[in-house]
């Protein structure tokens, strides 16, 4: 019966389900950081590459989905891989969000007087959110659904907009938080 169960397509909607369903509840938490944020003198920037973030995420999703019902992807060796690499995504995306807390956002945001974390996990990995939370879900998402041409095509799309961030984001370390936290010093 187990057996059964598992081969149905449904299973692997219904994980993707489940994973957009987790990925809405982050997004409330970042809703909330980001009302505060604002309302302490703290900006907001990338504003415009933030909203294309956003549509190559949805547009990753809606493909991944789109593909697993097509395909009536059952889960299998490889789709057990990407929920492996979803599972460990989500593991760092907690481990991200505590670490920031209430600075932790999806946008772009400074907060006032916003210090540089220097927890061994950021000297480590420069930007984990992005290498141990976003990289191992998409990837992770196209394994599971066997999404191999949303991979293909919006993958690379998805890494053009999200290199821009990290540019946007490295450009405002140095600009900004690292001198917030020379002068707190």
């Known amino acids: ?3 059964n169960i598992i081969k149905e397509k449904h299973v692997i909607l219904m994980i993707v389900g489940a994973v957009f369903v987790l990925r809405l509840a982050f997004l409330k938490i970042s809703k909330k950081n980001e009302a505060a944020i604002l309302a302490n003198g703290g ?3 990338g504003v415009e590459n933030t909203k294309r973030l956003t549509i190559a995420h949805i547009m990753f999703y809606l493909g ?10 059952a889960l299998d060796s490889i789709s057990l891989l990407g929920l492996g690499l979803l599972f460990f995504a989500f593991i760092m995306l907690v481990v991200v969000v505590r670490l920031l807390s209430d600075i932790w956002t999806v946008k772009l945001m400074i907060a006032n007087n916003h210090q540089f974390n220097d927890h061994w996990l950021f000297r480590v990995v420069k930007h984990p959110n992005y ?3 976003i990289a191992p879900e998409l ?7 066997h999404a191999w041409y949303t991979l293909l095509f919006v993958g690379p799309l998805y890494a053009v907009i999200l290199g821009n961030r990290i540019k946007e984001e490295n450009h405002l370390i140095v600009s ?3 001198p917030n936290s020379e002068k707190s010093r």
Request: proline share 0%.
């Open 1 to 3: 019966m187990i057996n």
């Open 64 to 73: 991944c989905f789109i593909e697993a019902y097509l395909r009536r992807t």
């Open 176 to 178: 900004q938080i690292l």
């Open 139 to 145: 990837i992770g998402l196209s394994l599971l659904c």
């Open 43 to 45: 900006v907001e920037y």
């Open 131 to 133: 290498f141990l939370n």
